[in-house]
């Protein structure tokens, strides 16, 4: 009976402990159905249309959004097994890039709808004639710089930071995705601020940068706007500002007040799951006129 007594305290806690987190379960698993259906669906759209486009800034970081889209949603059935059985046993190795992964997808998501506008509205503002030829040169060493870079960063802190303190924990190989020790120092509560920062301010400046552009485009043709090429591709450029508005400022809001708050990881991993929604993106391109053809293949 003592014994029974004394562990019973102990079994105790060891539920607690995951009730917070098995409770958010189902809502991560209904998001990451949906996201990995119809981002595969996606996919195969923007494979299909990508056959067509040229070798523009914009259609190159496309492609690479598309690409980076594709990396993340193989990692999400691995989520899927996660919260549909509660429990990882793929170990923590596996556990660490999986993790990561949907951080990479959103910042480099967030890095290539950067390219993609600031290209649209230097194409508005400049029409100079050596852009094209910026373009096809430039594309593709900006694209190679990205990606090396993050062939070399992310093994690097996978390696020697992140989900660092919990294996020095020797936290229950069961659990996954709970690594929120890692920003309890001084050093990354800073970086996360100034990123999150950075990401909602220029989310927002690039909006209203691009939603001036529909409104000179508007002001100068009126009625006949919906017919000219150019307030098409930068109406779709809008779409994709505005993605970046729904998918990343909710999280990075919340992130800022999560920062000092690391009990409520959980809910921190729903907002989190929300900005893989713009594997979605693709169907900014699908709509009257522009099935088969996208506004960025014109330059």
């Known amino acids: 009976m003592a014994l029974n007594q004394q562990t019973t305290p102990q079994a105790n806690v060891s539920s607690n402990s995951t009730v917070p987190d098995e409770k958010f379960h189902p809502v991560l ?4 159905i949906v996201v990995f259906i119809s981002g595969l669906i996606c996919f195969s759209l923007a494979v299909h249309v990508l056959k067509s486009s040229s070798t523009s800034i914009t259609s190159i970081a496309v492609f690479n959004l598309i690409f980076t889209h594709f990396l993340f949603l193989l990692t999400i059935p691995f989520r899927i097994y996660y919260y549909s059985t509660h429990e990882w046993n793929m170990g923590t190795i596996w556990c660490k890039v999986v993790s990561s992964m949907i951080h990479v997808h959103m910042y480099m998501s967030f890095i290539f709808y950067v390219i993609i506008l600031i290209s649209r509205l230097l194409t508005f503002y400049h029409t100079a004639q050596n852009i094209p030829s910026f373009q096809k040169l430039h594309a593709l ?4 710089g990205v990606w090396i870079a993050v062939l070399v960063t992310v093994p690097c802190v996978l390696t020697f930071s992140y989900g660092k303190k919990a294996e020095d924990g020797n936290k229950t190989t069961n659990q996954c995705f709970t690594f929120a020790e890692d920003i309890e120092s001084t050093t990354a509560k800073v970086l996360n601020y100034i990123v999150s920062t950075f990401i909602i301010v220029a989310t927002v400046v690039l909006t209203i940068l691009q ?4 409104r000179v485009l508007y002001k100068r043709d009126r009625e006949k706007c919906m017919v000219q090429q150019d307030f098409s591709a930068q109406l ?7 993605i970046m508005v729904a998918s990343f400022i909710p999280y990075h809001i919340f992130r ?21 929604f713009n594997c979605l993106d693709t169907l900014t391109f699908l709509g009257r006129r522009t099935c088969f053809e996208w506004p960025f293949c014109k330059g």
């Open 141 to 144: 060493l900006v694209s190679a």
């Open 236 to 242: 779709k450029s809008l779409c994709f500002a505005l």
């Open 211 to 214: 939603a001036n552009i529909l």
């Open 29 to 32: 698993l209904g998001i990451y």
């Open 256 to 276: 800022l007040y999560y920062i000092e708050h690391l009990k409520l990881e959980n809910i921190n991993e729903v907002f989190l799951s929300l900005t893989t």
